[in-house]
């Protein structure tokens, strides 16, 4: 069984989405994810200019062999747009080994090791009320963790923080499918003042645990806005209110950097939605410095690549906490839901529901119930594309926003 066609698919049905489909000459398909926000076109190059020929006449069971063909025969290695690539041939490749064994995909990867994945919501507001409110309406579609993004005071709109779904940017525009991304030539500017963040947020997960109770697993991402000392300083600050994690508080391309915080606080870390290989936990593995693995199989080279990870990250006790953001299609999170019912160090999953168009679009057949996802247990991953919606919806250009610092310098977003 041969790999006789190999399309990259560009849609916009909310959001920009980069779809690879592999047919084998028996007529077998398979889809990968190969979205990277806001750089979704870079990855439609690589894959249509530099992969798609090379595919053409591969064995299509080959998996591993392929995977090893395009990461290391490219000389260039790593980084998001050669990772995510490799992830979408990856991934189609195992939804076409699934259907022809004529099983879900989590079977391939050793059956379920547990009866569902715990997801979590986001709730965010600018102020108490509107924070009480999103967190009631996660809990009332079902959700059982969630979340929390807070606004500051004086610092307008931020990232993460929309006081509805498909919140204004502050100039007029929406942001699309409950994502900050703006359609436009240019990303809006957000502003930052680190000390008024740290003097808020403290007060803002009292006010939540006196609100809910101390049993709702609560969840906080500082995206990488933090120096290590600062981010010590908040993970310091929070332990009184037993945070499921607090995610990315400072860029960890400096590993060092972790173990600053490690040493300063107990609250357990997520790291990693921006890393694309092994190689970048490496350190953060053998110190024990995070708790939770945030890669997408999207941008770190496929189930093949992540699940390799996640057998190194058990050695040390460490769990998954794939990314699920709308920025990752149906075909991406089913992958993840794939392989997270089947690790034995599954931690959580994160879950933003897509908007009706993407899902129109895809026709996914997970499931989400009482707080837990489930694959589909349809042969393959479970999720088709309908090529007649996709052409209703043509690319857009969209970006996440920048950030400065209240005197205008760029920061960390």
């Known amino acids: 069984m041969h790999i006789a066609n190999a399309e990259v698919l560009v849609a916009n049905p909310g959001r920009n989405f980069v779809t690879l489909r592999l047919t084998t000459d028996d ?24 992969l798609t020929s090379l595919l053409i006449g591969l064995d299509a069971h080959q998996i591993e062999d392929t995977w090893q063909y395009l990461y290391r025969g490219g000389y260039w290695r790593r980084g998001p747009v050669t990772m995510a690539a490799i992830a979408a041939v990856d991934t189609a490749l195992w939804d076409i080994k699934a259907k022809v064994a004529k099983l879900p995909l989590y079977q ?28 009631h309406r996660n809990l009332g579609q079902g959700y059982r963790a969630v979340r929390v ?139 024990q410095l995070i708790d939770y693995v945030r890669s997408a199989v999207t941008h770190t080279g496929g189930i093949t690549a992540l699940r390799r990870i996640f057998d190194y990250a058990a050695i040390y006790q460490i769990k998954s906490g794939v990314h699920g953001p709308t920025d990752v299609s149906p075909v991406g999170l089913a992958a993840a839901i ?32 009482d707080g837990m996802l489930n694959p589909s247990e349809e042969p393959g991953l479970g999720v088709d594309y309908d090529d007649e919606i996709a052409q209703a919806h043509p690319y857009e250009a969209a970006y996440l926003p920048v950030n400065r610092l209240l005197d205008g310098t760029m920061h960390d977003w």
């Open 149 to 287: 993004q807070t606004g500051v005071p004086g610092l307008g709109s931020l990232y993460g923080v929309a006081a509805s779904e498909n919140a204004s940017t502050g100039g007029g525009e929406r942001r699309y499918d409950y994502e900050p991304a703006r359609r436009g030539a240019v990303p809006l500017e957000e502003r930052w003042d680190t000390r008024a963040y740290l003097r808020h947020v403290p007060t803002v997960f009292e006010a939540v645990r006196n609100e809910f109770g101390p049993e709702l697993p609560l969840l906080h991402d500082a995206h990488h806005r933090l120096t290590p000392i600062q981010a010590a300083k908040l993970g310091k600050a929070l332990e009184p209110y037993d945070l499921f994690w607090l995610e990315d508080v400072t860029p960890a391309e400096n590993q060092a950097a972790l173990r600053r915080v490690r040493e300063h606080t107990t609250t357990p870390l997520a790291i990693g939605e921006v890393f694309n290989t092994l190689w970048d936990y490496r350190s953060l593995f053998e110190e």
């Open 108 to 135: 391939l990867l050793g059956g379920r090791s547990r009866n569902g994945l715990l997801a979590y919501g986001h709730a965010s507001g600018v102020e108490l009320p509107e924070l009480y409110e999103s967190i």
């Open 338 to 369: 794939h392989l997270g019912i089947a690790i034995p160090n599954f931690g959580i999953q994160e879950y933003m529901r897509h908007s009706a168009e993407t899902h129109a679009l895809f026709r996914p057949r997970y499931t989400f119930a």
């Open 27 to 50: 007529g077998f398909v398979g889809l990968g994810d190969a979205t990277l926000n806001g750089r979704e076109l870079a990855v439609a190059a690589y894959l249509r200019e530099h």
